[in-house]
DNA sequence: CACAGCCGTTAGTTTTTCTAAAGGCTGGTC
DNA sequence: GACCAGCCTTTAGAAAAACTAACGGCTGTG
């Protein structure tokens, strides 16, 4: 017996339904010609009438009364089926870095979830970058000199990497931008990237200086916040506080750094999941950000 | 959700069932390269990956173990029930003259069931040609000068009709085959057709002949195999009877008749049922009736 | 008789499905 | 390391299926 065409299945059922073709076609959104030939083709193909025909509409014949049975126990079975696997998928998991995570990704949830209000987001924190591959559902975004080099993963490069020098607006200070030198003589914070002394020992200063040292970045600029000092951080860390008045910028590396930051999906992301969407709207955001001066 | 490919499904499952796309290709009748394409499409469409690949085929991801669980369920669903109604449809009515039915079809029954053991076949007699349409499943014969013209049927010519006088091989008669002149000497038997009353006029012999009149074709034909006279008829009707060596043939009509005996069968025919062979088989017999002398 | 609402058909367009061909990857063998 | 077999993927183009728009027929109602 020729293969039934399963796609036309889901027509029959929905005009059985409607007991009418043409309702059955704006429900599909289908022409009503289409319906018609696709109701015809699948009984020519089964080789039994399914509907008597009228001008009230159409009603099933007792063999398309018994079609109809097992299509919608074929076509529920299936919908619950898929449905289910359907929903699981809507949900991400994005690593990154916990600086990262705070001092990026948290002030702008409100604009994520407002984007993607059915997505359910796992943040990550790693203080790493994975070693493995990414799942089909997983986003990273890790700083590196060079993008995700692993075969599975697609990468894309969010932003450079530049240094930033922020502290409190009521932080006691002589002017602003101010110079390096001048820099070095407060109290400067600094994170686990030991930013400061790499810095300091870029430029040759001298190394007699008042270093507070945090485990976080993050951790860093909320001192800074505090009015504790200098912290220097990736501009994209602190863009957030800058805008909301909480810090000020005094120093700007006139020079990107090495690394940029980057961001990699599974390449076995698929239609239907906003994965993609996801990491457009990411890139966009970083994209977006108003240039620090 | 974008609504899933259900043809596709099939595909899916053969391929879960044989953890190689080449095998399921072969079996599906199917490129390699369809079969791949089919399962891309679907894995986007679902929004999942449903197989790893690998040198040695692929194997199910948890969430294509779920996928094919659903779907070989459904499939199995619609197999068993459209298999049963596939089954259901081998019935035919074959609408005929009651005396197309006892002395053309039933001496051949043996051979109709023989050729088609699974076919229901129910013959409805008739006097008057069929005025509605065939229905799906349904065969007509019928004599006719033209042939059928309802748009919804088919129709082709079974055989020319041709008279025959025959009596039983006992009856007295001087010789064979007879001159008309002596053919009405003798006893005739006609049928509802007035065969013989028409025949007599169309010669212009005189009307001083002994007739016996019956309602039935085939009960003029009984009543010659009895030795009651010479009956008219149809070669078609009494060629089996000839070969059993009831009956002989005394004359034959030199010219076909203005009838031809039709069959009509239902456009709406389908795909699996044996109407078609069940017309083509008939067609054959007439074909292959000897000639009579 | 006119009209509304239904279904069916046709010709042509659009989309899907498929093939053939080319190519990449993995595991096994020599 | 080279080669081969067997697997899957991708692409371009052809074929088939699906669809639309338009036209038309039929039935029931007012």
Chains 1, 2 share one sequence.
């Not at 065409?5 to 429900?27: I, T």
């Not at 959104?29 to 399914?50: C, F, H, P, T, Y």
């Not at 025909?53 to 299936?78: I, K, M, N, W, Y």
Request: proline share 6%; glycine share 6%.
């Amino acid at each position: 017996m020729k293969q039934i065409n399963l796609n036309a299945l889901r027509v029959f059922a929905m005009v059985a339904r409607h007991g009418n073709l043409q309702r059955a076609a704006d429900v599909l959104n289908l022409s009503r010609g289409a319906v018609s030939q696709r109701i015809k083709q699948l009984e020519l193909d089964l080789g039994v009438v399914l509907f008597l025909r009228g001008a009230q509409g159409v009603s099933l014949t007792p063999e398309g009364e018994r079609c109809r049975a097992a299509t919608d126990d074929a076509l529920a079975l299936l919908e619950t089926a898929f449905v289910d696997i359907g929903a699981v998928n809507d949900r991400v998991t994005l690593h990154l870095g916990s600086s990262t995570a705070s001092k990026w990704l948290m002030p702008r949830m409100d604009g994520l979830t407002t984007e993607f209000p059915k997505l359910s987001l796992t943040t990550q924190v790693h203080e790493q970058p994975l070693q493995r591959s990414l799942g089909r559902n997983e986003i990273a975004i890790w700083p590196g000199t060079t993008p995700d080099t692993n075969p599975t993963h697609q990468c894309r490069q969010l932003t450079d990497i530049r240094l930033v020098a922020v502290c409190s607006p009521d932080f006691p200070r002589s002017d602003r931008p101010m110079g390096l030198e001048t820099l070095l003589t407060l109290p400067l914070l600094q994170d686990a990237h030991r930013r400061w002394e790499k810095l300091i020992q870029a430029t040759g200063y001298g190394d007699t200086h008042k270093l507070l040292n945090f485990d976080r970045s993050a951790l860093a600029i909320e001192a800074a916040i505090g009015g504790h000092g200098i912290a220097v951080a990736p501009t994209y860390m602190v863009e957030a506080d800058i805008q909301s008045k909480r810090l000020v910028d005094v120093w700007i590396d006139p020079e990107p750094s090495e690394e940029r930051l980057f961001i990699s999906w599974s390449r076995e992301h698929v239609g239907g999941r906003p994965i993609r969407r996801i990491v457009d709207w990411i890139t966009d955001e970083f994209a977006a950000s108003p240039p620090i001066r």
